[in-house]
Every structure is written in structure tokens, then in C-alpha cells.
Nanobody
């Protein structure tokens, strides 16, 4: 069955960096559009960035432009979200998405 497993979250100080990973299985990863979303406490889930099968990238949030980079490695069935210069308001659960499928999420907490 389709599985998306995120990892790499944690507690980081403002200005720090994290790289999230999404490991996929159960479908032909290289053919699919993959996106990262996040949901902060008390807020709706929002799309952060997406990447096409040919590594065309679109970033959905102005607030992460220039700080977050999405990438993929089709040979590893994996997608990544490199997050730099993290801010308090980046605190959220981050989810990997492919169509109707979602991972379980990984918590990112930015705090001093």
C-alpha cells in the first residue's frame, strides 16, 4: 500500500536549520508530484512547496521563499525539505503529500 514516512523534525533555535525527509513506497514515486505541507496549532494546514517529477519546483508560501528548498531523489524514492533560517512561526507539524495520501507528519519546533 502507499506509505509516506516523514522524519527529521525536532527542536531548533531561531536561525537554525533542519532537513526533513519523506520516504515513499507503494507507488511509482518518480512519476508523481510531491508536496510538503504544514499545520501549526490552531491553524489550517497550508502547502509549503511542491516538486514535479522532473524537479520543477513551486513554492507556495512567500514566508519561506529563499529559506526553504524542496528536492527529490527518485533513486531513493525520497523527497526533502531543507529549511534554513528557521523562525518561531515555522513551528508546525510538517506533512509529505502525494495526491490523496499523507504521511503521519513530523514535528518542527522553533524556540529559544
Amino acid at each position: 500500500q502507499v506509505q509516506l514516512v516523514e522524519s527529521g523534525g525536532g527542536l531548533v533555535q531561531p536561525g537554525g536549520s533542519l532537513t526533513l525527509s519523506c520516504k515513499a513506497s507503494g507507488f511509482t514515486f518518480s512519476n508523481r508530484y510531491i508536496s510538503w505541507h504544514r499545520q501549526a496549532p490552531g491553524k489550517e494546514r497550508e502547502r509549503v512547496a511542491g516538486i514535479t517529477r522532473t524537479t520543477g519546483i513551486n513554492t507556495s508560501l512567500d514566508t519561506v521563499e529563499g529559506r526553504f528548498t524542496i528536492s527529490r531523489d527518485n533513486s531513493q524514492n525520497a523527497a526533502y525539505l531543507q529549511m534554513n533560517d528557521l523562525r518561531d512561526d515555522d513551528t508546525a507539524v510538517y506533512y509529505c503529500n502525494e495526491g490523496e495520501y499523507w504521511g503521519q507528519g513530523t514535528q518542527v519546533t522553533v524556540s529559544s
